[in-house]
């Protein structure tokens, strides 16, 4: 099994107690979109999550910003932030990280990469750069918060050989331009009806060249990461994921451990006895050359920014036909992903939002564009001209309010009075998402 670069151990947590995670979030600096650096005579790492992209990457401007310093490119795979991540997710991740490491070397950089605890790696590079600041995105699932904290705090009580630790910078990159979040509405239906403006995505800077004598490390195969996110569940931990064990055999294990005498036998509907059965997703599709897609049973698009890019194109221009290969097999793929209105979009860029392959901004400009070069520079007050804009535009747009309204929940309003209210089930629904109370996923 090939090595990374920074194989870390699995320390103790350090969570920080939710009101001081509250007051932590709302001390952050949000970078605003000129990115002004401030010079500090330090390195500045950027440690990417969520945001595998050069394009439209506030933290990164942000980096590049002051002429003559280091610009380390960070990404670590911590299995809290990477353990509600289904296997199809999890090979996507690993053709995105592969773009952005091939897009950086192009620029003659590299993404330094790390394996283990957040925290140690973030203070290991650190402490071997000098660095002086890090930029890494602002987030809103309270799992992924609650490294954030820890990281906070393994570097406010690190030792630095430069002195001071480095300050955390937290940008964000959202759709619509508020000036606050104290001015949004709770209402999802009052928030939408204020037709906030768009913001402007950013273009790619320019990386100065990366000098560090450090070994960046190589990317692992999708088994390894899976064989380590396997060893890294902790013991107490007794979640069982639903796609490789039935829910019945479950019952059935923890009626036996309780020795539990039952006169109801657990069978299947033949009379069988249920045994452990692992699932299967089937075999994988043939690999294709040159394609936006993994394999030939694929829906997701793969890859990184150019390629989403060109297909996110592809798919706008659904109705027009076309002559490429590449354009044609994911128009087949439309077909098969629209099981209802405006599905096919979620279903074939859904996870390339995810991991941060486009930023939702770009999405919403290169389809809006396409729109306008339609219609003449013209938007119709009427709707749409074609349903893949359509869907595009909605799917962008729900995302992006499923993103804000966690951060009014967190930073703006008690809760108690968003529990009170019988009514608006949105805000309800957020409530549980934002404090992190677990819900069992399915992939």
């Known amino acids: 099994m090939a090595l990374l670069a920074l194989r870390l151990g699995h320390s103790g947590l350090l969570p920080a107690p939710p009101l001081r995670r509250h007051r932590q979030r709302q001390q952050r600096q949000r970078l605003l979109v000129s990115c002004s650096a401030v010079s500090d005579g330090g390195a500045a790492v950027v440690w990417f999550k969520h945001d595998l992209r050069l394009d439209d990457h506030p933290g990164l401007v942000a980096a590049c910003a002051e002429p003559r310093r280091r610009v380390v490119p960070l990404y670590v795979f911590d299995s809290r932030i990477l353990a509600g991540y289904s296997d199809t997710r999890l090979e996507l991740l690993l053709f995105a990280l592969k773009d952005l490491k091939l897009a950086l070397k192009s620029q003659r950089s590299d993404l330094l990469i790390g394996l283990g605890n957040a925290e140690d790696a973030v203070l290991k590079i650190a402490n071997e750069v000098q660095a002086g600041v890090i930029y890494t995105e602002e987030e809103v699932e309270q799992c992924v918060c609650s490294v954030l904290a820890n990281v906070e705090s393994s570097l406010s009580n690190g030792s630095f050989t430069r002195g001071n630790p480095p300050e955390i910078k937290f940008w964000s990159a959202p759709l619509y331009d508020y000036k606050s979040l104290r001015q949004l509405s709770t209402s999802r239906n009052q928030f939408l009806n204020e037709k906030f403006s768009t913001t402007t995505a950013l273009p790619a800077p320019t990386l100065p060249t990366l000098n560090v004598e450090l070994d960046t490390g190589s990317l692992p195969t999708l088994e390894e990461l899976k064989v380590f996110l396997k060893e890294s569940r902790m013991a107490q931990d007794n979640w069982v994921p639903i796609k490789s064990t039935s829910a019945r055999s479950i019952l059935k294990a923890a009626l036996i451990q309780r020795k539990i005498k039952s006169n109801v036998s657990l069978s299947d509907g033949d009379g069988e006895n249920i045994e452990d059965i692992t699932t299967s997703a089937g075999a994988p599709g043939r690999k294709i050359a040159g394609s936006m897609f993994a394999s030939e049973s694929s829906l997701e698009v793969r890859g990184g920014t150019d390629i989403t890019l060109d297909a996110l194109d592809a798919y706008l221009k659904y109705l027009e036909g076309t002559g490429k290969a590449s354009w044609q ?105 934002a404090l992190g109370i677990e819900i069992p996923s399915i992939h």
């Open 329 to 433: 097999e994911l128009h087949d793929k439309v077909r098969f992903a629209e099981t209802r209105d405006g599905a096919s979009f979620r279903t074939l860029f859904g996870n390339a939002i995810q991991l941060g392959v486009i930023s939702r901004r770009r999405a919403y400009q290169e389809t809006i564009q396409y729109e306008r070069d339609r219609n003449a520079g013209f938007l119709s007050p009427f709707g749409y001209s074609t349903p893949t804009v359509t869907s595009a535009v909605d799917a962008i747009c729900s995302l992006e309010v499923i993103d804000i309204f966690p951060n009014i929940i967190f930073n703006i309003l008690p809760l108690s009075p968003l529990l009170d209210s019988p009514n608006n089930l949105f805000v309800h629904i957020k409530v549980v998402l």
